[in-house]
């Protein structure tokens, strides 16, 4: 168990290196998807699955995946990087240092609270469609009216691209 969450943490440690030093932004953006797998995958191996899943969904599935579509539509013109980054040498070993050392000396059991027979999932499924099923409705109802809207500015900004005026969609 120790052994697995060291590795898992220094992949993440090591992916986010690799997205701040990788000139190439859509690699970068890689990186960065590798260093969220990898906290899914430590935080399953823990035992906190509903983490993990949430991860997954929530980082790779949504932001990750918006960061890329961002770097696309900007498609900015390839600059070959010439600065010199080594007065960050100091910085990052220090961080290095500090999570090398975060993870040597940390507790190896976890306490985690008693859910009884059900998993994490179950636990927190049941509560969310019985005691706060309201909040869940309610939080849908915003991001439909929100993916509504975008989809709204989306229409109206290719229609004025292509011939200058914006159109009105009639909604059916």
Do not use: C
Not at 91 to 104: E, I, Q
Not at 105 to 116: I, V
Request: aromatic residues 12%; charged residues 5%; glycine residues 6%.
């Amino acid at each position: 168990m120790n052994s697995l969450f060291m590795i898992f943490s220094l992949g993440i440690v090591g992916a986010s290196l690799m997205v701040i030093s990788t000139p190439n932004p859509v690699y970068s953006v890689f990186w960065l998807v590798i260093a969220f797998v990898n906290a899914a995958v430590m935080f399953v191996s823990l035992g906190l699955d509903y983490i993990g899943l949430i991860f997954i969904i929530v980082y790779v599935g949504a932001i990750a995946i918006l960061f890329l579509f961002v770097i696309m539509l900007i498609q900015q013109p390839h600059k070959a990087d010439s600065q010199d980054h080594s007065h960050f040498l100091p910085v990052s070993l220090s961080v290095l240092f500090l999570f090398y050392s975060l993870l040597t000396y940390s507790p190896y059991h976890l306490s985690r609270p008693d859910t009884g027979s059900r998993t994490n999932i179950e636990a927190i499924g049941s509560n969310l469609y019985t005691t706060y099923y309201e909040i869940v409705l309610i939080a849908s109802l915003v991001l439909l009216v929100a993916m509504i809207g975008a989809l709204l500015l989306a229409m109206q900004a290719t229609s004025s691209l292509h011939d200058g005026n914006v159109r009105r969609y009639p909604i059916n």
